[in-house]
Each structure stands twice: as structure tokens, then as C-alpha cells.
């Protein structure tokens, strides 16, 4: 018999809860094409984000850029279009691209981060120490022996060292 798993409907949450103005706006998880839809517009735009740079929305036109939204934010767009304005918006439909694409974790970095890039990015002291622990293990690595000569005696035919017997 096969392995049996737990009916994926009852693992996922696939809802995105972001609160704005003292109310909670429930993003639901788009359809499978319209998340294939945003995963391919977008995966230029993840990474960069992921890689500390501002998201280049110059990349899509206005209404391509609404487009995304509307697609990322589904039934809640139209109410968030009524409710907040555009700064809000774009970093609700943009925290809401992210979790489509990248899932929850990104997109609570990317809410947090107010969508300064800079806040993304590792700090400097960070980068410093990446790099030097990279370097420190890089040095501890011993170099390979030279094998262009030897420097005991050579082995006979018979497998002994070299000498008299």
C-alpha cells in the first residue's frame, strides 16, 4: 500500500491577512492560472527584491501594473481601490505578489520592510562577517602536496624501499 498524505486543503491556509487602518483585508489565494500568471510577470521583480533592490515596476506599463495587482489581490482589490490610497495599495498588492511568488516568509519581509530595499538587504556587518567567514575557511584549507618529485627513496620492483638488502 502506498503512503497516504493529509488532504492538501486541510494543510494550506490560503489566505494572506494584512492589516490597514485598524482592518483586516483577507487576500485569497488566486486561481492556478492566475498565480501561473503572476509567478511569470513577476520573477524578475523576486528577484531583485530578494537580492536587496527595488522593485523596478517601471518594467510594466500602468495598466500592466494594475493588471498584476488586480490578479495578485483578486475580489479584495476593488475594496482596497475604494479604501486606501495609492502608496497602500502598492505595497499591499506588491506584499500580496510576494507571497504568491516567494510564500509567507518574503511577504512579511517585504510588509516590514516598508518596501525600502535597504531594509531587505543584509547590513553591513553582516555582509562583513559572511565574508569573513568565507575567507577564514578558504585560509584553514590545506594546499595540496607537490607531486613533481619525491623526496625519500624510490620503491623497488618488489615493493621495498630502495637499498641494499
Given at each position: 500500500?502506498?503512503?497516504?498524505f493529509e488532504a492538501?486543503d486541510?494543510l494550506?491556509?490560503?489566505?494572506l491577512t494584512?492589516p490597514?487602518g485598524?482592518r483586516?483585508?483577507v487576500i485569497p489565494?488566486p ?6 500568471r503572476v ?8 528577484r531583485?527584491?530578494?537580492?536587496g533592490?527595488?522593485v ?7 495598466e ?11 475580489p479584495?482589490y476593488?475594496e482596497?481601490?475604494?479604501?486606501v490610497?495609492w502608496?497602500q ?6 506584499t500580496?505578489m510576494?507571497?504568491i511568488?516567494?510564500?509567507v516568509e518574503?511577504a512579511?519581509k517585504?510588509?516590514?520592510?516598508k518596501?525600502?530595499?535597504?531594509l531587505l538587504a543584509?547590513?553591513r556587518?553582516t555582509?562583513?562577517?559572511?565574508k569573513?567567514?568565507g ?5 584553514k584549507?590545506?594546499?595540496?602536496g607537490s607531486?613533481?618529485?619525491t623526496?625519500?627513496?624510490r ?6 624501499k630502495?637499498?641494499t638488502?
Open positions: 500500500m502506498g503512503a497516504r492538501l486541510e494550506f491556509d490560503d489566505t494584512l490597514i485598524g483586516e483585508y489565494s486561481t492556478a492560472e492566475d498565480g501561473l509567478q511569470r510577470i513577476t520573477t524578475l521583480a523576486a531583485l527584491q530578494a537580492g533592490e527595488a523596478d515596476t517601471t518594467l510594466l506599463d500602468d500592466e501594473e494594475i493588471d498584476l495587482f488586480q490578479l495578485c489581490l483578486g479584495v476593488d482596497l481601490l475604494a479604501e490610497d502608496t495599495l502598492r505595497h499591499v498588492g506588491l500580496a510576494f507571497w511568488v516567494s510564500g518574503t512579511e517585504y510588509w516590514r520592510s518596501g525600502d530595499p535597504s543584509p547590513n556587518e555582509r562583513r562577517a559572511q569573513k567567514s575567507s577564514a575557511t578558504a585560509s584549507t590545506r594546499s595540496r607531486t613533481s618529485g623526496s625519500g627513496r620503491a623497488t620492483a618488489s615493493g621495498r630502495g637499498g638488502t
